[in-house]
T-cell receptor, first 113, second 113 residues
């Protein structure tokens, strides 16, 4: 009963470096989402996916790319990290539209120096 | 923009019921109301959701007005561990929304001894 697992939990990057955040879910959910949360603010949607091989932009997609090659995994990439991308990143998943809840991961705290 | 309005903060005495209001005056007939909470910087935790009828689970009760323009989350016996930011979210059900949750600023609830 792992639910949604995010790796890594913490990371410090230098400006210009790249990295990939991994989100894995074991609930056979179709829909997956990446959010970011800045201090004192609510979560904002970066990208999302409604199934294997499909992705779409959310509210704040600039500077990020995503891939969903396998149904259970949703990857968030930063090609050239910037200090403005310092944030806590949360992944979530759901069965889809209708009467379903959402499960969130515990987050990845990223600092770009 | 978030489709909900919540008070920024509220206090509650331990052992008493906590009633958290939420206004969603522009809600459409097929849009669900979700409640999540976030303790410190942990991942958002699902509490409850509903469409028209009142709902109850082991954590809380959700009361939705008949016109669906507002709702109230009730924590029946607040404990210190209920101190958190509580988010009321209306999930957009448009065909291209793909179940995205739009977070607002939430209500900071502080439970005091």
């Amino acid at each position: 009963n792992a639910g949604v697992t995010q790796t890594p939990k913490f990371r410090v990057l230098k400006t210009g470096q790249s990295m990939t955040l991994l989100c894995a879910q074991d609930m056979n959910h179709e829909y997956m989402y990446w959010y970011r949360q800045d201090p004192g603010m609510g979560l904002r949607l970066i990208h999302y996916s409604v199934g294997e091989g499909t992705t779409a932009k959310g509210e704040v997609p600039d500077g990020y790319n995503v891939s969903r090659l396998k149904k259970q995994n949703f990857l968030l990439g930063l090609e050239s990290a910037a200090p403005s991308q310092t944030s806590v990143y949360f992944c979530a998943s759901s069965y889809g539209l209708g009467n379903y809840g959402y499960t969130f991961g515990s987050g990845t705290r990223l600092t770009v120096v | 923009d978030a489709k909900t309005t919540q008070p920024p903060s509220m206090d509650c005495a331990e052992g008493r019921a906590a009633n958290l209001p939420c206004n969603h005056s522009t809600i459409s007939g097929n849009e669900y109301v979700y409640w999540y909470r976030q303790i410190h910087s942990q991942g958002p935790q699902y509490i409850i959701h509903g469409l028209k009828n009142n709902e109850t689970n082991e954590m809380a009760s959700l009361i939705i007005t008949e016109d669906r323009k507002s709702s109230t989350l009730i924590l029946p016996h607040a404990t210190l561990r209920d101190t958190a930011v509580y988010y009321c979210i209306v999930r957009v059900e448009e065909t291209d929304s793909w179940g995205k949750l739009q977070f607002g600023a939430g209500t900071q609830v502080v439970v005091t001894p």
